[in-house]
């Protein structure tokens, strides 16, 4: 009999492993074009770089970043999969089994104890769990490792309800050009509107998951999307924040209700190193691993 415990485990280790050394192919050839494109020398050298450091992470399989990440996993739990807690469990053996096999550098630090050199908190929180309950007898599972340095530079706002749209744009203009150069451009922006302050923050987070170029199936917020990409780029931010190349890769955004007196804005921009991995497990023990 299968060990469906330990096929979420060793399916969740591989994940970050993929995660930490390989970007999404969409992600490459978009870098790849940036450095095509980019007329500047400056900037052409150091879109160059990032493109001979994605190539050597990937041929040696060695984390692209020093920078591992804070680990967090994006869940989809069928209602027939025969497994619940036990999910979280496995994914937490996974992380403390990566960060000396991949290897993570331990990023996990308390703040009365230190750093628990295992990626993992001591009070249950980190690695962080977007669990959603869904039909069917899958799990579904996407592990997000991200930088510290890109979440310095997240920021949430709650914009005035009578600006709407024009306020939700200012804002990702404002929060975009504070990070500047301190996040490592070319940046993929994610936005979420709507909710409340934890909310927004968790959509916005969720909107880096989708594949560059796939805009939301709303067409209002799909040309917002794309709206917002042409804006951001005209910051001049750069390749490093240098002034040339590209400063933007995407901009993805996800919206929810919000209360009538409230217009909350989050804003989780990522790197270059758009890091991510998923996988479907069935309920017989079977995976299938996610393009990438």
Known sequence: MVDI?????????????IAATKLPSE?????????EETEGSLGKSQM?????????????SKPMCQDTGLVSFFVKIGDKFPLRSEVKTALIKATKKATPDIPLRPNAVDMFKGNTK???????????????????????????????????VGKMKMVPPGKGIKGVKEFVVEATAAAGPLACPPYTVGVGVGGGEDMCMNLAKKA?????????????IAELEKELVKTLNKLE?????????????????????????????GVVISCWAL????ATVD??????????
């Open 5 to 17: 415990a330990q096929v979420i485990e060793d399916t969740a280790v591989q994940l970050l492993k």
């Open 27 to 35: 992600v490459k050839a978009t870098l790849l074009k940036g450095e």
């Open 48 to 60: 160059h770089a990032i493109n001979e450091n994605v190539k050597l992470a990937e041929i040696h």
């Open 118 to 152: 295992n990626n993992v908190g001591l009070r249950g929180y980190v690695p962080w769990f977007y669990i959603d309950l869904v039909e069917g007898d899958n799990l579904e599972i996407i592990a997000m490792p991200k930088g510290g340095g890109s979440s310095n």
């Open 208 to 220: 880096l998951l989708r594949p560059l170029y796939q805009y939301h199936e709303d067409e209002k």
């Open 237 to 265: 931010i750069g390749a490093m924040g240098l002034g040339e190349g590209p400063s933007v890769l995407d901009v993805h955004m996800e919206f929810a209700a919000r209360h009538p007196a409230s217009l909350p804005v």
């Open 275 to 278: 890091r991510h991995a998923g």
């Open 283 to 292: 309920k017989e023990g079977n995976v299938e691993w996610h393009p990438h």
